[in-house]
């Protein structure tokens, strides 16, 4: 029987080849072949292309026919080897409605006329002003895209005038403003702005006409920003790389200042000076500035751009360390630091510190950050104490010779920080006139080392200051 089956297998395989033959002449190759294994061709002007996801499903090689034998054997046919394709990476879901909340604590001073203002230990802030549209400018933690904002509220008390309250985009210009902000007690103040720019900033503006400003004291102790789903990436925020410290560091700032020749019974107000080094030229605004200084017997600080540093200039920050100047460090590339990753934002700070270093020989530089900008992420990267302003020149906006007296003269206080440029004629001729006038009146124009030293307050590394107080 079983001989029978084979025969009649072996009748029905020779019919079949014959039927083959007969039907199909073209190809006469009847050895087996793989199938072509897919490709799939780059995108075109497309998102970047993702890593691969490993290798696709895989066919088996072909296999030669085993020789006939006297009993065919049966073989199993091999089953393809499966690859399993990871799934991909889900996108990070975007974050919901969310209430970005500030306090004056989480702001920092961009700038002011006409306006008194402290921050109080509950992060609300109080505000004095002397007129009709006296104004203080602040800047928010970090950019928000008003098409996601909903609304904003100001909690705020200001019952003896309207506190107008303005927002202001990346580049500082008002793009929103409500004059009506008057209250009676603690009040809720909502905003509807219509914007799909970025917000950058707030300003609080006095809007009425009284005939007594010093019955103008307001109070604002928060900025709500009401934000829909979809206002951020979701994803966390990146840890920031701080700067490697000593970790018996007590994040104290080691001032070493000489405040022997300071009367600390009389008041005293820090210049500053950015954006050099400019030059050694006696008639270089520079050379002008600490010749005025020195001729006083004063004292300032020098914030000095690194990459404006090359072998000539050098010789400007050597003398002003040898005239008993503080130097400062104001980054290497003065770029915005609350827009760079905590790496860049080390790379500038230290670059800016070596070379200083190698002209002065001192290893530690007080930090002003160029545009006076700070957020988390520069606070927790950068090792020393970060100084800002609470007054404003105004040189880098055009102010005159008077403008910068009247400014500082109208607004000067004991343990303030004057904000100015070496860069400006106005501001050298403004130096020469201001601090004689000064000093005769009793005022010791000091360095922000110096000042700090002499109040008796400490610097911490990575806390930005505007005043000593």
């Known amino acids: 029987m079983k001989k029978r089956i084979i025969a009649l297998l072996s009748i029905l395989c020779l019919m079949t080849g014959c039927f083959s033959a007969c039907g199909k002449t073209e190809n006469t190759d009847t050895t087996p072949t793989a199938e072509p294994t897919a490709t799939v061709a780059p995108l075109v002007n497309s998102e970047p292309t993702p890593p691969p996801r490993g290798d696709g499903p895989t066919t088996p090689a072909a296999t030669e026919t085993p020789a006939p034998t006297a009993e065919p054997v049966a073989t199993e046919t091999p089953v393809p080897t499966s690859t399993t394709i990871p799934e991909p990476t889900k996108a990070a879901e975007v974050s919901g409605p969310t209430d970005l909340v500030y306090d004056f604590n989480d702001l920092t001073y961009n700038t002011s006329y006409g306006t008194t203002y402290a921050v109080q230990d509950d992060g609300s802030i109080s505000l004095q002003f002397e007129n009709l549209y006296q104004e203080i400018k ?174 000539i200039n050098a010789e400007e920050i050597k003398r002003a360390h040898e005239l008993g100047f503080e130097i400062g460090n104001h980054t290497y590339s003065h770029s915005n ?91 050298a001729d403004a130096m020469e006139k201001l601090i004689p006038q000064l000093v005769e009146e009793g005022w010791q124009i000091v360095s922000v080392s110096e000042l700090f030293k002499a109040k008796g307050l400490e610097l911490l590394n990575g806390t930005v200051y505007n005043s000593a107080k």
């Open 337 to 427: 630091l609350t827009e760079l990753s905590a790496e860049k934002i080390w790379e500038n700070v230290s670059k800016c510190a070596e070379k200083l270093t190698e002209i002065t020989g001192l290893e530690e530089f007080l930090v002003r950050p160029p545009y006076l900008a700070v957020n988390a992420t520069v606070k927790a990267t950068v090792p020393e104490p970060l100084i800002n302003c609470s007054i404003d020149s105004k040189d880098w906006a055009g102010a005159t010779c008077d403008d910068i007296i009247n400014t500082i003269t109208s607004q000067k206080k004991d343990g303030a920080i004057v904000l100015m440029h070496e860069t400006y004629s106005s501001t």
């Open 138 to 311: 602040l800047n928010l933690p970090q950019a928000l895209d008003m098409n996601y904002c909903t609304g904003v509220t100001v909690k705020m008390q200001s019952e003896a005038g309207n506190l107008a309250v303005k927002l202001y985009d990346e580049g500082f210009a008002e793009v929103f403003v409500r004059y009506d902000g008057m209250t009676n007690g603690i009040a809720d103040h909502e905003l509807s702005p219509a914007l799909t720019s970025k917000v950058a900033g707030i300003g609080l503006m006095a809007c009425s006409e009284l005939e007594d400003y010093s019955n103008f004291k307001a109070t604002v102790y928060s900025v709500t920003f009401h934000m829909k789903a979809g206002y951020d990436s979701g994803l966390p925020a990146p840890e920031p790389t701080p700067f490697p410290v000593d970790p018996d560091d007590d994040g104290i700032w080691e001032n070493q200042t000489d405040i022997s020749w300071i009367d600390t019974t009389k008041p005293m107000i820090a210049f500053t000076f950015d954006d050099g080094p400019v030059g050694t030229a006696d008639t270089a605004y520079s050379i002008r500035i600490q010749n005025a200084l020195s001729a006083a017997g004063q004292h300032a600080t020098f914030f000095y751009w690194g990459n404006h540093i090359n072998s």
